[in-house]
């Protein structure tokens, strides 16, 4: 088993910036890849970003790439992500998910077996 929480969500203006925190334990190998996702009020969930805790290596969704940032802190197990240059579009619940296996498909939600329960991005105008 694999538990993640997620933190660091909020209100924030547009342009300003936001740290979100997922703290995982359990199996580490069922948690080699890191992803995060995001869903807005009646769409369906969006890849934002995800890393492979074993070597660093990273992927990004096109709406954030250049704005938002993945990255590890091995010592608290626990994968980040930097979110700048906000705008009101990126407004969601942001959740963490966890899976073994790198690949193309890590895009996708159903690669995920394991999940946070979520927090909130509200960034105004």
């Known amino acids: 088993q694999v538990q993640l929480v997620e933190s660091g969500g909020g209100l924030v203006q547009a342009g300003g910036s936001l740290r979100l925190s997922c703290a995982a334990s359990g199996r580490s190998f069922s948690r080699n890849v890191m992803g995060w996702f995001r869903r807005a009020t009646g769409k369906e969930h969006e890849f934002v970003a995800a890393i492979k805790w074993s070597d660093g290596q990273t992927l990004y969704g096109n709406s954030v790439k250049g704005r938002f940032a993945i990255s590890i802190d091995n010592a608290k197990n626990t994968v980040y992500l930097h979110m700048d240059s906000l705008k009101p579009e990126d407004s969601a619940v942001y959740y963490c998910?966890?899976?073994?296996?790198?690949?193309?498909?890590?895009?996708?939600?159903?690669?995920?077996?394991?999940w946070g329960q979520g927090t909130q991005v509200t960034v105004s105008p």
């Open positions: 998910a966890s899976t073994s296996i790198w690949g193309p498909m890590i895009i996708t939600t159903t690669s995920y077996d394991y």
